[in-house]
Protein backbone atom coordinates (compact mmCIF):
# COMPACT_ATOMS: atom_id res chain seq x y z
CA UNK A 1 0.00 0.00 0.00
CA UNK A 2 1.36 3.48 -1.00
CA UNK A 3 1.82 6.00 1.86
CA UNK A 4 -0.69 8.18 0.67
CA UNK A 5 -3.65 5.59 0.43
CA UNK A 6 -2.62 4.53 4.14
CA UNK A 7 -2.88 8.00 5.29
CA UNK A 8 -6.33 8.15 3.98
CA UNK A 9 -7.59 4.90 4.75
CA UNK A 10 -6.39 4.85 8.33
CA UNK A 11 -7.93 8.65 9.09
CA UNK A 12 -11.11 7.79 7.39
CA UNK A 13 -11.45 4.40 9.76
CA UNK A 14 -10.81 6.84 12.54
CA UNK A 15 -13.28 9.32 11.35
CA UNK A 16 -16.06 6.55 10.61
CA UNK A 17 -15.36 5.60 14.75
CA UNK A 18 -15.36 8.96 16.32
CA UNK A 19 -18.64 9.99 14.15
CA UNK A 20 -20.49 7.05 16.36
CA UNK A 21 -19.48 8.29 18.87
CA UNK A 22 -16.56 5.99 19.76
CA UNK A 23 -12.40 6.48 19.86
CA UNK A 24 -10.81 3.90 18.76
CA UNK A 25 -8.52 4.27 21.03
CA UNK A 26 -10.39 3.99 24.51
CA UNK A 27 -10.07 0.64 26.27
CA UNK A 28 -9.77 -1.29 22.83
CA UNK A 29 -7.50 -4.17 24.77
CA UNK A 30 -8.19 -7.27 27.03
CA UNK A 31 -7.02 -6.97 30.80
CA UNK A 32 -4.51 -9.04 31.44
CA UNK A 33 -3.27 -10.14 28.07
CA UNK A 34 0.04 -12.04 27.59
CA UNK A 35 2.34 -9.14 26.95
CA UNK A 36 0.77 -6.54 28.09
CA UNK A 37 -1.54 -3.83 26.46
CA UNK A 38 0.52 -2.12 23.94
CA UNK A 39 0.78 -3.72 20.43
CA UNK A 40 4.38 -5.43 20.59
CA UNK A 41 6.07 -7.68 18.10
CA UNK A 42 6.24 -11.17 18.94
CA UNK A 43 9.43 -11.90 17.50
CA UNK A 44 11.57 -8.90 18.47
CA UNK A 45 9.45 -8.11 21.91
CA UNK A 46 9.75 -4.61 21.41
CA UNK A 47 6.67 -2.38 21.05
CA UNK A 48 5.69 -0.37 18.03
CA UNK A 49 5.11 3.56 18.69
CA UNK A 50 3.18 6.51 17.19
CA UNK A 51 -0.15 5.76 14.66
CA UNK A 52 0.83 2.02 14.84
CA UNK A 53 -0.46 1.29 18.00
CA UNK A 54 -4.06 2.93 17.12
CA UNK A 55 -3.97 0.84 14.09
CA UNK A 56 -2.99 -2.44 15.44
CA UNK A 57 -5.70 -1.74 18.67
CA UNK A 58 -7.97 -1.25 16.17
CA UNK A 59 -7.45 -4.15 14.07
CA UNK A 60 -6.74 -6.16 17.08
CA UNK A 61 -10.01 -5.87 18.91
CA UNK A 62 -10.75 -9.07 17.77
CA UNK A 63 -7.44 -11.12 19.11
CA UNK A 64 -7.02 -11.90 22.86
CA UNK A 65 -3.17 -10.66 22.78
CA UNK A 66 -1.20 -8.30 20.70
CA UNK A 67 1.39 -9.66 19.49
CA UNK A 68 1.98 -8.97 15.68
CA UNK A 69 4.54 -9.87 13.24
CA UNK A 70 5.30 -9.84 9.70
CA UNK A 71 5.05 -12.98 6.94
CA UNK A 72 8.88 -13.50 6.86
CA UNK A 73 9.23 -13.75 10.53
CA UNK A 74 6.29 -16.01 11.01
CA UNK A 75 8.06 -18.49 8.24
CA UNK A 76 11.62 -17.88 10.15
CA UNK A 77 9.96 -19.30 13.18
CA UNK A 78 8.82 -21.74 11.60
CA UNK A 79 5.25 -20.51 11.34
CA UNK A 80 2.40 -20.18 8.45
CA UNK A 81 -0.04 -17.66 8.18
CA UNK A 82 -3.76 -19.28 8.08
CA UNK A 83 -5.14 -19.42 4.63
CA UNK A 84 -7.46 -16.63 3.97
CA UNK A 85 -6.34 -14.36 6.99
CA UNK A 86 -5.46 -10.37 6.05
CA UNK A 87 -2.66 -8.68 7.20
CA UNK A 88 -2.80 -5.13 8.94
CA UNK A 89 -1.08 -2.10 6.98
CA UNK A 90 1.64 -0.18 9.32
CA UNK A 91 4.42 2.54 8.48
CA UNK A 92 8.28 1.91 9.09
CA UNK A 93 9.96 5.36 9.61
CA UNK A 94 13.81 5.32 7.63
CA UNK A 95 16.05 7.33 8.47
CA UNK A 96 17.54 9.25 5.54
CA UNK A 97 20.64 11.81 5.39
CA UNK A 98 20.48 14.48 3.03
CA UNK A 99 23.90 16.46 2.58
CA UNK A 100 24.71 19.60 0.80
CA UNK A 101 28.19 21.61 0.56
CA UNK A 102 28.02 22.40 4.16
CA UNK A 103 25.26 20.63 6.38
CA UNK A 104 24.29 17.11 6.73
CA UNK A 105 20.22 17.11 8.05
CA UNK A 106 18.23 13.54 9.02
CA UNK A 107 14.35 13.24 7.33
CA UNK A 108 11.69 10.27 7.97
CA UNK A 109 10.87 8.66 5.11
CA UNK A 110 7.94 6.53 5.92
CA UNK A 111 7.21 3.18 3.92
CA UNK A 112 4.40 0.68 4.85
CA UNK A 113 4.15 -2.91 5.51
CA UNK A 114 1.98 -5.63 6.78
CA UNK A 115 2.04 -7.94 9.64
CA UNK A 116 -0.52 -10.49 11.09
CA UNK A 117 -1.43 -11.10 14.71
CA UNK A 118 0.04 -14.54 16.30
CA UNK A 119 -3.61 -15.53 16.77
CA UNK A 120 -3.32 -15.75 12.63
CA UNK A 121 -0.57 -17.76 12.78
CA UNK A 122 -0.72 -21.72 12.86
CA UNK A 123 3.05 -23.09 14.47
CA UNK A 124 4.28 -20.43 16.06
CA UNK A 125 6.87 -21.46 19.01
CA UNK A 126 5.93 -20.65 22.42
CA UNK A 127 9.80 -19.67 22.85
CA UNK A 128 9.39 -16.88 20.41
CA UNK A 129 6.35 -15.45 22.35
CA UNK A 130 8.04 -14.75 25.75
CA UNK A 131 8.06 -11.21 26.52
CA UNK A 132 9.71 -9.08 29.52
CA UNK A 133 7.83 -8.10 32.37
CA UNK A 134 7.33 -4.65 32.77
CA UNK A 135 9.20 -2.67 35.81
CA UNK A 136 8.01 -3.94 39.29
CA UNK A 137 7.91 0.18 39.90
CA UNK A 138 5.15 0.71 37.47
CA UNK A 139 3.06 -2.40 37.94
CA UNK A 140 3.28 -1.44 42.01
CA UNK A 141 0.93 1.82 41.49
CA UNK A 142 0.36 4.09 38.58
CA UNK A 143 0.69 6.91 41.57
CA UNK A 144 4.46 6.11 41.23
CA UNK A 145 4.76 6.97 38.14
CA UNK A 146 2.70 10.58 38.03
CA UNK A 147 4.74 11.23 41.04
CA UNK A 148 8.38 10.29 39.71
CA UNK A 149 7.61 12.97 36.61
CA UNK A 150 7.97 15.78 39.30
CA UNK A 151 5.43 17.71 38.13
CA UNK A 152 3.61 20.22 40.24
CA UNK A 153 -0.12 18.96 40.92
CA UNK A 154 -2.46 21.06 42.22
CA UNK A 155 -5.79 19.59 44.19
CA UNK A 156 -8.99 21.11 43.99
CA UNK A 157 -12.13 22.52 42.16
CA UNK A 158 -13.87 21.07 39.51
CA UNK A 159 -12.06 21.20 36.37
CA UNK A 160 -8.06 19.41 35.30
CA UNK A 161 -6.13 21.62 33.01
CA UNK A 162 -2.44 21.97 32.84
CA UNK A 163 -1.29 26.22 33.32
CA UNK A 164 1.68 26.97 31.39
CA UNK A 165 1.64 30.11 33.77
CA UNK A 166 2.88 29.04 36.85
CA UNK A 167 3.93 25.11 35.32
CA UNK A 168 1.39 23.54 37.22
CA UNK A 169 -1.22 20.90 36.91
CA UNK A 170 -4.87 21.19 38.54
CA UNK A 171 -6.93 18.29 38.78
CA UNK A 172 -9.90 17.59 41.32
CA UNK A 173 -9.80 15.77 44.49
CA UNK A 174 -9.13 12.03 43.96
CA UNK A 175 -12.60 11.35 45.93
CA UNK A 176 -14.36 13.07 43.01
CA UNK A 177 -14.09 10.61 40.44
CA UNK A 178 -15.46 7.75 39.99
CA UNK A 179 -12.77 5.65 41.21
CA UNK A 180 -9.04 5.86 40.53
CA UNK A 181 -8.30 4.70 37.56
CA UNK A 182 -10.49 7.48 36.60
CA UNK A 183 -8.03 9.99 38.40
CA UNK A 184 -5.00 8.59 37.22
CA UNK A 185 -6.16 8.73 33.41
CA UNK A 186 -6.93 12.25 33.76
CA UNK A 187 -3.46 12.69 35.54
CA UNK A 188 -1.90 11.03 33.09
CA UNK A 189 -3.84 13.45 30.19
CA UNK A 190 -2.38 16.47 31.92
CA UNK A 191 1.05 15.39 32.85
CA UNK A 192 0.94 15.14 28.65
CA UNK A 193 0.31 18.59 28.09
CA UNK A 194 3.12 18.95 30.90
CA UNK A 195 6.14 17.25 29.24
CA UNK A 196 5.04 19.58 26.16
CA UNK A 197 6.20 22.99 28.03
CA UNK A 198 9.05 24.97 26.22
CA UNK A 199 11.90 23.72 28.91
CA UNK A 200 10.62 20.34 27.90
CA UNK A 201 9.95 19.31 25.02
CA UNK A 202 8.72 22.19 23.37
CA UNK A 203 6.05 20.96 21.41
CA UNK A 204 4.32 24.01 19.25
CA UNK A 205 1.69 22.82 17.13
CA UNK A 206 1.38 26.44 15.77
CA UNK A 207 3.20 26.11 12.79
CA UNK A 208 2.06 22.32 11.88
CA UNK A 209 -1.99 23.22 12.68
CA UNK A 210 -2.46 26.69 12.75
CA UNK A 211 -5.77 27.57 14.24
CA UNK A 212 -6.74 24.21 15.09
CA UNK A 213 -3.36 23.50 17.42
CA UNK A 214 -5.82 23.13 20.57
CA UNK A 215 -7.44 20.39 18.92
CA UNK A 216 -4.25 19.07 17.88
CA UNK A 217 -2.84 19.65 21.23
CA UNK A 218 -5.85 17.93 22.67
CA UNK A 219 -5.92 14.66 20.75
CA UNK A 220 -2.10 14.68 21.48
CA UNK A 221 -2.57 14.02 25.34
CA UNK A 222 -5.54 11.62 24.29
CA UNK A 223 -3.36 9.79 22.46
CA UNK A 224 -0.13 9.92 25.18
CA UNK A 225 -2.72 9.13 27.76
CA UNK A 226 -4.41 6.03 26.17
CA UNK A 227 -0.78 4.88 25.62
CA UNK A 228 0.57 5.32 29.28
CA UNK A 229 -2.57 4.00 30.51
CA UNK A 230 -2.20 0.47 28.27
CA UNK A 231 1.52 1.10 29.61
CA UNK A 232 0.56 1.00 32.94
CA UNK A 233 -2.85 -1.70 32.88
CA UNK A 234 -4.88 1.67 33.89
CA UNK A 235 -8.41 1.25 33.07
CA UNK A 236 -9.86 4.23 33.32
CA UNK A 237 -11.98 6.97 31.72
CA UNK A 238 -10.23 9.25 29.15
CA UNK A 239 -11.45 12.24 28.66
CA UNK A 240 -12.43 12.35 24.53
CA UNK A 241 -15.91 13.30 24.32
CA UNK A 242 -16.05 16.76 24.48
CA UNK A 243 -13.34 17.06 21.79
CA UNK A 244 -14.69 14.82 18.85
CA UNK A 245 -15.80 16.87 16.49
CA UNK A 246 -13.49 18.91 16.62
CA UNK A 247 -10.88 16.25 16.02
CA UNK A 248 -13.51 15.22 12.99
CA UNK A 249 -13.28 18.43 11.74
CA UNK A 250 -9.31 18.51 11.97
CA UNK A 251 -9.01 14.80 10.30
CA UNK A 252 -11.70 15.37 7.46
CA UNK A 253 -9.07 18.83 6.25
CA UNK A 254 -6.06 17.02 7.29
CA UNK A 255 -5.45 12.82 6.93
CA UNK A 256 -2.01 13.46 8.33
CA UNK A 257 -3.01 14.94 11.31
CA UNK A 258 -3.36 11.95 13.02
CA UNK A 259 0.06 10.83 12.50
CA UNK A 260 1.82 13.55 13.50
CA UNK A 261 -0.46 13.75 16.68
CA UNK A 262 0.55 9.93 17.41
CA UNK A 263 4.04 10.66 16.69
CA UNK A 264 4.18 13.41 19.29
CA UNK A 265 2.28 11.38 21.83
CA UNK A 266 4.87 8.63 21.71
CA UNK A 267 7.34 11.29 22.03
CA UNK A 268 5.52 12.31 25.29
CA UNK A 269 4.65 8.91 26.43
CA UNK A 270 8.78 8.01 26.44
CA UNK A 271 9.85 10.85 27.97
CA UNK A 272 7.46 10.53 30.58
CA UNK A 273 8.37 7.02 31.28
CA UNK A 274 11.76 8.01 31.55
CA UNK A 275 11.28 9.82 34.70
CA UNK A 276 9.94 6.30 36.70
CA UNK A 277 12.51 4.29 34.99
CA UNK A 278 15.40 5.91 36.32
CA UNK A 279 13.97 6.02 39.43
CA UNK A 280 13.80 2.41 39.17
CA UNK A 281 17.50 2.24 38.03
CA UNK A 282 18.45 4.22 41.17
CA UNK A 283 16.54 1.93 43.36
CA UNK A 284 18.09 -0.84 41.40
CA UNK A 285 21.61 0.12 42.74
Same mark, same amino acid.
Request: aromatic fraction near 10%; charge should be neutral; hydrophobic fraction near 40%.
Given at each position: ?????? &??? !??????K????? *? =?????????G??????? %??????????????????????K??T????? &??????? $?????? $??? $???? *??????????????????????? !? !? %????????????????????????D???? %? *?????? &???H?G??? &??????????????????????????????????????????????????????? =????????????????????????????????????????? =?? %???????????????????????????
Open positions: MHIAAL &YES !VTQSIIDLEAG *V =APWTKPWTSARGGLLP %FNAVTNRSYNGINIPILWQAGRYPQGWLT &YKQAQAS $GAQVRA $GEK $GTHI *VFARKLALKDDENERLISMLKTF !V !V %FNEWQMEGLPKAALEVPKPLPALQSAQV %F *VNATGA &YIRGDRA &YYQQEGDLISLPLESTFESRAYYIATALHETVHWSGAKHRLDRDLTGRFRTKSYA =AEELVAEFGAAFLCAHLNVEGKLRHAEYIGHWIKLLKEDDR =AV %FTAASKASQAADYLRSFSEKVAEEEAA
